[in-house]
């Protein structure tokens, strides 16, 4: 009787703590509400890249892209520096803005860049139009199956950023992308 104590014991402690992971995250998600704050229109927001230039190093040292909010606006906690998510004070357009350093080659870059909208199960194609903004010149693109989604992928020497707009008007999308990436410059963090 003794022996199957100690195995029915750890047995049970492990099924029990399965459990607990299993239960405990979803029930903290749903009681914790979304961090977000007020940003006010012009408000700059610098995000750091991500990508093989931000590790190493490399001939250019920008490694960051700082950006004005185009309007009022709510921002998103993301917990990722690389990434700015913003929504309408309404709620019916959502921007997000992500940077990564050490492209050397855009045209080979730009397809790559929309591989997270992909992998996160959203549809994004190029739509053949270019996008030509300040300092960030690139490629714009299309959500077909979301809502207003319209998206570019643009570069400034070895940084690129890819801007995402969902809801509303494709043309008020198209507008809030314009007016980040022309008030966007390619900086050091």
């Known amino acids: 009787m003794v022996r199957l104590v100690y195995s029915v014991g750890p047995a049970i402690a492990a099924v029990g703590a399965l459990a607990v992971a299993l239960v405990v995250p ?13 940003v006010t229109a012009g408000t700059g927001i610098t995000l750091t890249a991500t990508g093989i230039g931000a590790v190493h190093g490399g001939t250019d040292p920008a490694n960051a892209v700082a950006f004005r ?4 606006m709510r921002r998103i906690a993301t917990g990722d520096d690389s990434i700015a998510v913003l929504k309408t004070e309404d709620g019916g357009q959502r921007l997000s803005v992500s940077v990564v350093d050490g492209v050397t ?15 996160a199960g959203v549809t994004v194609r190029f739509d053949g139009g270019a996008v ?3 300092d960030f010149h690139g490629l714009s693109c299309v959500l077909p199956d979301t809502d207003g989604g319209v998206c570019a992928v643009a570069g400034s020497g070895d940084v690129a950023v890819t801007v995402t707009v969902t809801g509303g008007a494709p043309d008020t999308g198209r507008r809030l992308i314009a007016q980040v990436l022309e008030s966007s410059k390619a900086v050091e963090a």
Do not use: K, M, W, Y
Not at 105 to 119: G, I, N
């Open 69 to 72: 909010v185009p309007e009022r």
């Open 132 to 134: 030509d903004a300040g």
């Open 105 to 119: 080659d855009f045209a080979t870059a730009a397809p790559r860049l929309l591989l997270p909208l992909r992998a």
């Open 26 to 38: 979803p029930l903290l998600s749903a009681a914790v509400p979304t961090r977000e704050s007020e």
